[in-house]
């Protein structure tokens, strides 16, 4: 692991989350103070992001170089106060309403907390004098793309979800930050991250519960849609070196990826042979907002931010079960104890 040459001071919104968490985790081991902004909201359970906290609280440096400010970031007052009362060197801009599916349902919270709040970060930003921002942008950005893997200078003006449209706003608000302010970004397109603390609701996580559980997998259309999968740490890795080009001045938006695609019916296949479970599936029409294929061409960050995916997803896998099968273990394990 590389280690930055000075320790610096990072806001990290959205820390409390499933990717955040996993910054923030990194970002105490290599000496940095990290400060969370997180509204703990219900869009999935917000104890699991209690829970994700804690963990950075018992971090071992966690009680010097930690500290969380509870607070929605369309709160002006609570960011001002926020950056007046620190000195932060870097953004690291997480928080949003993240899901495709989700955002055609409630459009306007989706533009709301996206696009308003990432305009807010990058203003107090520019006030507070903090000049570099690393944001997490979305491969839905590519809506239906018609060259594949999918390249950062593709065009991107297809989008096809309320919420692939909130994140390319977010990369067009990072942009003009850059050329008026001066502000140095990096805005990175994650591709279906998964591993330990995914969201629940997420594909990976929410099948291995309904395979667990013997209930039936929704899939829609025929199973032959594609995703490229990232597994978390690798995410992570790009994410830090991201901070490190960031610091170094321009903009610069990079797609994290695995570099490889995987069919929904394979990903079952792999989740049912790591559960040692048989899943019912339970076959449903195509979702409006899905796209058929997601595919990283990563050869802008492997050449740029040294970024090179570790995990395969066959591993990747292995490695999320185990921990399902861990924290499920923990859970009920607690319930019981609770009951007693
Ligand atoms: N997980 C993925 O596969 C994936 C893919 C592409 C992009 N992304 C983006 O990466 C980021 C992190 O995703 P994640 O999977 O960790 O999601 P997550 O929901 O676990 O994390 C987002 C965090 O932001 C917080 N948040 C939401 N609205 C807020 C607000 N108004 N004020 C303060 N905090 C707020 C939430 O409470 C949550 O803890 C998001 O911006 C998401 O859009 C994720």
């Given at each position: 692991?590389?280690?930055?040459?000075?320790?610096?001071?990072?806001l990290?919104?959205?820390?409390?989350?499933f990717i955040?968490?996993?910054?923030?985790?990194?970002l105490?081991?290599?000496?940095d103070?990290?400060?969370?902004i997180?509204?703990?909201?219900?869009?999935?359970?917000?104890a699991i992001?209690r829970?994700?906290?804690?963990?950075?609280v018992?971090?071992?440096?966690?009680?010097?170089?930690?500290?969380?400010v509870e607070g929605?970031?369309?709160?002006?007052?609570?960011?001002?106060?926020t950056f007046d009362?620190a000195?932060?060197?870097?953004?690291?801009h997480l928080?949003?309403?993240a899901?495709v599916?989700p955002?055609?349902e409630?459009?306007?919270?989706y533009?709301?907390v996206?696009?308003?709040g990432?305009?807010n970060i990058?203003?107090?930003a520019?006030?507070?004098?903090?000049?570099?921002?690393?944001?997490?942008s979305?491969?839905?950005v590519?809506?239906v793309?018609?060259?594949v893997?999918?390249?950062?200078d593709?065009?991107v003006e297809k989008?096809?979800?309320p919420?692939?449209?909130s994140?390319?706003?977010?990369?067009?608000?990072a942009y003009?930050?850059?050329?008026?302010?001066?502000t140095?970004?990096?805005c990175?397109?994650?591709?279906?991250?998964?591993g330990?603390?995914?969201?629940?609701e997420?594909a990976?996580h929410r099948?291995?519960?309904?395979i667990?559980e013997?209930r039936?997998?929704p899939v829609?259309g025929?199973?032959?849609a594609?995703?490229?999968f990232?597994f978390?740490?690798?995410?992570v890795d790009?994410v830090?070196?991201?901070l490190?080009?960031a610091?170094r001045?321009g903009?610069?938006?990079?797609?994290l990826?695995?570099?490889?695609t995987?069919?929904?019916r394979?990903l079952i296949t792999l989740l049912?042979?790591a559960l040692?479970?048989r899943?019912v599936?339970?076959r449903r029409p195509?979702?409006?907002?899905?796209v058929?294929i997601?595919?990283?061409d990563?050869s802008?960050?492997?050449?740029?931010l040294?970024y090179c995916p570790?995990?395969?997803i066959e591993?990747?896998i292995?490695?999320?079960v185990?921990w399902?099968?861990a924290e499920?273990?923990?859970r009920s394990?607690?319930?019981r104890?609770?009951?007693?």
């Amino acid at each position: 692991m590389t280690l930055p040459t000075t320790a610096r001071h990072v806001l990290v919104t959205g820390g409390a989350g499933f990717i955040g968490s996993h910054c923030c985790e990194r970002l105490l081991d290599r000496g940095d103070t990290v400060t969370v902004i997180d509204d703990f909201n219900d869009f999935y359970d917000p104890a699991i992001k209690r829970r994700n906290v804690a963990l950075l609280v018992s971090h071992r440096d966690g009680a010097r170089r930690f500290r969380l400010v509870e607070g929605d970031i369309r709160d002006r007052k609570l960011l001002r106060s926020t950056f007046d009362g620190a000195r932060f060197d870097a953004i690291l801009h997480l928080a949003a309403m993240a899901g495709v599916r989700p955002s055609l349902e409630k459009p306007d919270l989706y533009f709301d907390v996206n696009v308003v709040g990432t305009s807010n970060i990058l203003e107090e930003a520019r006030r507070a004098g903090v000049r570099t921002f690393v944001f997490g942008s979305s491969s839905s950005v590519y809506g239906v793309n018609e060259s594949v893997p999918f390249r950062e200078d593709d065009p991107v003006e297809k989008p096809i979800s309320p919420y692939a449209v909130s994140k390319r706003a977010g990369e067009l608000l990072a942009y003009s930050h850059h050329r008026l302010y001066g502000t140095s970004c990096a805005c990175l397109r994650f591709f279906t991250v998964y591993g330990p603390r995914q969201r629940p609701e997420m594909a990976i996580h929410r099948f291995a519960t309904l395979i667990e559980e013997g209930r039936g997998v929704p899939v829609y259309g025929d199973g032959s849609a594609k995703r490229d999968f990232t597994f978390v740490s690798d995410v992570v890795d790009g994410v830090v070196a991201a901070l490190e080009f960031a610091a170094r001045g321009g903009y610069r938006i990079f797609n994290l990826g695995e570099s490889r695609t995987v069919e929904l019916r394979e990903l079952i296949t792999l989740l049912e042979s790591a559960l040692g479970k048989r899943a019912v599936i339970d076959r449903r029409p195509d979702q409006a907002g899905d796209v058929p294929i997601t595919f990283a061409d990563v050869s802008r960050a492997r050449a740029e931010l040294a970024y090179c995916p570790r995990v395969p997803i066959e591993e990747g896998i292995r490695r999320f079960v185990e921990w399902f099968r861990a924290e499920r273990a923990d859970r009920s394990g607690a319930a019981r104890g609770g009951r007693g």
